[in-house]
């Protein structure tokens, strides 16, 4: 009877282990596991490689194959444990067969394994499953997942093949197959992977995952999507933890907010700070722009893109290059070191230095302007081919000022230009200089002022302080201190003045009017009008015509015009022994003071006239420019002409101006920083945060910070009768430059 009852209550605890495992589908603690398989009705030893605790057996131990049901296995010389519904065991080879709620589980409680169909083969340890699996790493909270695994009792590889799923906190990796390495803490993972985490998706073709570094590297067609970028890559590098992805072997981006794309060959993406950096081939798209170039490191929310090598931009029929440059594709802003801006036309500009926007229609080109326009542009959608060479007008500066019109094809021309500095233009047989030149180029039409010269065929120039000019009908007039020189064969030079001519260059003549005077050899005529024969070199007078004659007598570096009187000669020399320009001046001032008049120390008075051999670094009024910062000195011949009546004499001065100190070019830059006239009080306005100033080397950005009422203010003040005034700083290399900015108030 004790035996009976012995039977049922080991009955009832295998039925109620049954439930445990199988149905209810929980883990089994190994302790708990060995408890109640002693209390199953069939153990049966397989040689020494297992432990088969069942419900139910069938066949004999003497048989090839046993069948068991409700089965539990313990692999004994292997670190696992294996239960399902029915088993089958080839007792020769110790081979294992399970079907139905099959649920490995390592006896270091590490991994778990849960399928419908798996096999156990001795030679290899190899388990094998036939079913949808999955496995889990405990230890590392890790999931993998698949329609068949191959793996060991160790669980060094794991093997997913067919829909696999691995998951590990808030990232999936999904593939048509995946290998796990626990020793190395790698996933291998071949055919349409898809790698997701909270950040964004990356595919491909096949990857490797570094568990430990959290890196991702994608191989074939790999295409990254996040919140707003995508990008393509041939080869791509992610890593989790700094969000930076490198692609390799060219590809694609797309940043949707801007709807900016472009390609690339290789490529560093900082995808936390959306930030592009490609040491190599690249293309921009942006707003109808397109940017080619070498090296570039691109902000995708900000729009900054600097380009630190060769780069091409293109705008409809216009493309802008150079060495290195930024631009930014929110305010559609350019800047090149050493610009070239060339049409499909045949335009082309070039410059040191550039900066502007097609959007405002404007460009500054800044160092060694060299340039050729076509004019007449308001035919240019009529007739947009390329201009005729001989036709163009050609310029050269040392700044140009640049404007643009868009016409009806979306093409742009250039309507109006401004140039300054040493200015040289030639259109057909007009050549022209000029300290100032504008170009209309819509209408045709030249305006050059300050040290004017306008040069013909043999050897014939016209200076004036201003002329205008007609392109198209080749007419129009010098004003102000008008003066022609012309060499005539057997005469010599001839020196004529006007206060104004009238140019008719087709007709190659010059009609001058008021106060003409004309100095050929040793005579001197003047009218009140004539006209002059560029071509012929004749000179007809009119009205109120007078002529003087004079001598000139040429002694050493003193010269008489006529009967000089001695006092005027012993003045002369006084004041050139007198006359003086200090080194130091030069090096510690931005200007010269120059004089006009001296009294020699007889009494007499003299006058001085100076010229300059380099303007650009002193002019005749002692104004001096020490270049831009960073760049060499410069070596100038100032000559002082001394004159007392018919006494002259000249004495020069060999003088060197020195690139300017970094205090000066802050001081320069100061007045490039704009302070907005407001209407009201209470008007927020903003306030630059850099300026930029133009060097030798190209334009900076000099930080600039701002103090009101002597508290520092952000970038952005409401203005009011207490902070009306502000001082703003520019710091560059540890040196700093303060000025005071007062703001213009309609009611102050």
Known sequence: MWKKGAYGFLGLLAVYFLYVIFFKNISVPQQQMEKQIKTKKVVYRLKDDAIIYADEQIGAPTDDIIKFKGVIVDLTKKNMMISAKNATVETKTSNLTFEGKVFGKSKDNKWNLMTERAEYKKEGDRVTTTARTKVVNNEKKMELEADRVETTTAFKEVKGIGNVIYKQADKNLNSNE????????????????????????????SAIYDIVKKQVEATGNVKYQGKDLMVTAAKAYYD??????????????HYKPKNITGSYVDGVYDLKNELLTTGSKYVLNYDGYVVNGTNMVYAFKAGDATLNSNFAIRKQNFVISGTSGNINTNSKNIFSNNMMMRSDQGDVIKSKTGEGNFEKREFKFDGNVNGKIRGNVKDFVADPKKMVDSEAIYFRGNTAKVYFLVHKNKDYSVTRSEIKGNVNMNYKEINLNSQYNEIDTSKNLIMARDKVMMNFRGNTQMTSNFIYLDLNTEKGYAQNNVKIVSNIDGIGSVNISADKATIDNKARKLILDGN???YRGKTKVTSKKATYYVDQKIL????????????????????????????DTAAVDNVYSRLNINADDVKNNTSLNLVKSMVASNGVNTQVKWTSSNTNAIDVTGKINKQFYGGTSKTVTMNANIVSKNAQKIKSFNLTVPSETVLEMLKRGSSNIYIPVVSRVDTEITLPRTVGINTFKGMIQVPVTWKANGAVVSDR????????????????????????????????
């Open 240 to 253: 989790e933890t700094t969000q930076i992805t490198r692609g390799t072997g060219g590809g694609t981006f």
């Open 717 to 748: 003040i409401n203005v009011n009768a207490y902070n009306s005034e502000l001082e703003g700083t520019l710091t560059y290399l540890g040196t700093n430059y303060t000025k005071t900015y007062r703001i213009k108030l309609n009611q102050w």
């Open 178 to 205: 995946a290998t796990y390495y626990d020793d190395a803490q790698k996933i291998n993972a071949v055919g349409n992977v898809v790698y997701k985490d909270s950040k964004g998706t990356m595919t491909s073709n």
């Open 516 to 518: 003409v005077e004309t």
């Open 540 to 567: 007809e007078n009119e009205q109120n015509i007078k002529i003087n004659y004079y001598l000139q007598k040429n002694d050493s570096n003193t010269q008489t015009t006529g009967k000089a009187d001695p006092k």
